[in-house]
C-alpha cells in the first residue's frame, strides 16, 4: 500500500475530514496544547487513530522539508487527480453554469496550492492543468492550500488545447489574463459557463493557450510593477468573476 506523509494543522485536519480511514497514524509535538490542536486530536479521536506525541525534532525529520506546525500524519496516498474522462462526468453533473479555473504549467507547488485556496473559496468547480511541464499535488501544493486539495477537483489533462476546445464546444467561455491586451478586467462580462485561464510563473500563457482563448483581459495596474505573481492574480480574476455571478444569483 503507497503512503505519504501529510504536514501542518489545516492538512491533517482535511485529511482527518475528507478521508478518516486513510490516516493510518498521528504525531504531535509533545510542547503544543493548543485549542487547535485539541480540536484535531478530538477528530483523531472519534475515528480511532492513534496518536504519538513527540519531540519537535522528531517531526522535524518526518516532515521532509514540510512546515508541519507540530503535527503530522501518515496516510494511504490519495487519489485526488482527475483526468479528462472525470472531468466531463463532473461537467454533465453541474447544476449551475461551469465556472472552472485553468493554469497553463503553473510550476511552483506554492502557486498551486496558493491558486487551489482561491478557487475553493470562490466556488470553483474544477482546476484543470497539464500533466507535463507542471506541478502536481506535492505535500507543498496541498500544505499551502490548506484543505482546499481535497475540496476542490484537481484535473491534470494531455492535451490542453483539446482541453480548452473541448470546454468551447460546451459553451464555456474562455478568459485568459494576460497584461498587454486593451480589455480591462472590470469592464468584462464574467457571468454564465465560464473559464478563467492564468499562464506560467514570468512566462505567461503559452502561444497556443492565448491562441484558443475566447477573449484575454488585464488586470487594471497603478504602481510601478508591471505584473502580478500568478496566485495574487488569479485571486482577483476569481472574485471579479464570483462578485458579478451573485449580482445575479
Not at 58 to 75: E, F, P
Request: charged share 25%; net charge neutral.
Amino acid at each position: 500500500m503507497a503512503e505519504e506523509i501529510v504536514g501542518g494543522i489545516h492538512a491533517v485536519t482535511a485529511a482527518l475530514r475528507h478521508d478518516p480511514l486513510g490516516v493510518l497514524e498521528l504525531w504531535v509535538d509533545r510542547q503544543r496544547h493548543d485549542g487547535k490542536l485539541q480540536s484535531l486530536l478530538s477528530d483523531a479521536e472519534q475515528n480511532g487513530i492513534s496518536v504519538q506525541e513527540v519531540p519537535r525534532k522528531t517531526l522535524d525529520g518526518m516532515a521532509r522539508g514540510l512546515r508541519h506546525q507540530g503535527v503530522v500524519a501518515r496516510c494511504k496516498q490519495r487519489v485526488t487527480t482527475l483526468d479528462e474522462s472525470a472531468l466531463n462526468q463532473l461537467l454533465d453533473g453541474l447544476e449551475a453554469p461551469p465556472f472552472l479555473l485553468i493554469l497553463d504549467g503553473v510550476t511552483d507547488p506554492h502557486n498551486l496550492g496558493a491558486c487551489l485556496r482561491s478557487a475553493d473559496a470562490a466556488g470553483i468547480h474544477a482546476v484543470i492543468a497539464p500533466k507535463d511541464r507542471a506541478v502536481g499535488l506535492t505535500p507543498v501544493a496541498r500544505k499551502v492550500a490548506c484543505g482546499a486539495a481535497e475540496s476542490v477537483p484537481f484535473v491534470q489533462v494531455t492535451n490542453l488545447a483539446r482541453t480548452l476546445r473541448a470546454l468551447q464546444d460546451r459553451g464555456v467561455w474562455l478568459i485568459g489574463a494576460a497584461g498587454e491586451t486593451k480589455h480591462q478586467l472590470y469592464s468584462t462580462d464574467l457571468k454564465g459557463p465560464l473559464a478563467v485561464v492564468m499562464g506560467a510563473e514570468e512566462k505567461g500563457l503559452r502561444r497556443i493557450t492565448r491562441e484558443v482563448c475566447d477573449l484575454l483581459v488585464a488586470i487594471p495596474m497603478q504602481g510601478s510593477v508591471e505584473s502580478l505573481n500568478v496566485s495574487v492574480a488569479t485571486g482577483v480574476l476569481l472574485f471579479e468573476a464570483r462578485r458579478q455571478r451573485d449580482a445575479i444569483a
